[in-house]
């Protein structure tokens, strides 16, 4: 099925131990000797992170010099780009090359194997006009009864380990102009929230500048497009950011934290009204929550306001 393995491209900024350790864990994947690895390597913010920042990129050099994959290139920006400028750059110039790829960021540990599923449901589903990313993640531990195949699909797209094709990505509006559509659509903002209700909080918050989020303009892509995301039934990531070291993730828990590997069949897919449901249920959030990230979102507004 593996015609052309999918290059690997990891992002990595101040981490340096998170990083050691998903290099670790990437090269501990079957086909990670046959893959080529590209690693782009954030400047630092402020001067406080130069010490970390090169750190980061002495991992990266003794990488370099022990051969655990098929290539390895390091691409050490001089300036602070941003995470979301740092992967919509980085991942499209691998896709101009290769047309699909796998993407890491530097706080991931991977099932033994992850390169395989991933790289066997990009070359499966590659075709498929209906599928815009596959995901190596699933924060789902255990899938309704409805749903007993080996993988699914959601609309929801994920950051946490994933893949894509040049032909998606080639069509995605980064000023997320398709945003005004769901603003005056009640339908359609319900449906980009059938998966979970911080779905349009995220892209308000990336419209009044709040945010930089890459990964909030993909979904908004895919979902308009009609792109799904295929998940696996067994999860095959996990984050070990969430300790308050990574740019997004804070101090929260990961939604999954049982990772292995398993036997897998791949297959045309349709979406499960009850995959959604339990996805919609991880998501959501409290409405205690919900209700702090609509004041963020409205507070300059009201400020202006009560300051006429």
């Known amino acids: 099925m593996r015609n052309t393995l999918a290059p690997v491209v990891v992002f990595a900024y101040n981490r340096p131990v998170h990083l050691q350790r998903t290099l670790d864990a990437l090269a501990a994947c079957r086909l990670a000797d046959q893959s080529i690895v590209h690693v782009f390597a954030d400047g630092p913010r402020k001067p406080e992170a130069a010490d970390a920042v090169a750190a980061v990129r002495d991992v990266l050099a003794r990488e370099a010099n022990a051969p655990r994959f098929a290539a390895f290139h390091i691409h050490a920006s001089p300036v602070n780009l941003g995470l979301a400028n740092s992967i919509i750059g980085g991942v499209g110039q691998v896709l101009a090359e290769r047309g699909r790829v796998i993407v890491l960021e530097d706080d991931l540990l991977l099932s033994a194997d992850f390169l395989e599923f991933m790289n066997d449901c990009l070359e499966f589903y590659e075709g498929d006009a209906g599928i815009g990313a596959i995901s190596g993640f699933s924060p ?14 959601t609309f929801r797209n994920c950051s946490h380990g994933w893949g894509t094709w040049s032909r998606v990505w080639k069509c995605v509006d980064w000023t997320a102009s398709g945003a005004a559509r769901l603003a005056s659509d009640h339908g359609l903002r319900r449906a980009f929230n059938r998966e979970g209700n911080d779905r349009y909080d995220r892209l308000r918050r990336q419209l009044a500048g709040r ?3 890459w990964s909030i303009r993909f979904g908004l892509s895919l979902f308009l497009s009609q792109r799904a995301t295929v998940y696996p039934a067994v999860n095959r ?6 300790d308050g070291s990574g740019v997004h993730c804070g101090t929260d828990v990961s939604k999954n934290d049982v990772m292995s590997e398993a036997a897998y069949q791949l297959k045309s897919l349709r979406l499960n009204p009850d995959v959604q449901d339990a996805f919609h249920a991880i998501y ?21 306001w009560l300051g006429r």
């Not at 531990?141 to 195949?149: G, R, T």
């Not at 990531?237 to 969430?242: A, D, E, L, P, S």
């Open 284 to 304: 959501s959030g409290s409405f205690r929550g919900r209700l702090s990230r609509e004041i963020l979102v409205l507070w300059p507004r009201l400020a202006g």
């Open 140 to 153: 789902l531990n255990v899938l309704p009864a409805s749903c007993s195949d080996d993988v699914y699909l």
């Open 211 to 213: 945010i930089d989020s």
């Open 237 to 242: 990531v996990r984050n070990i950011g969430f």
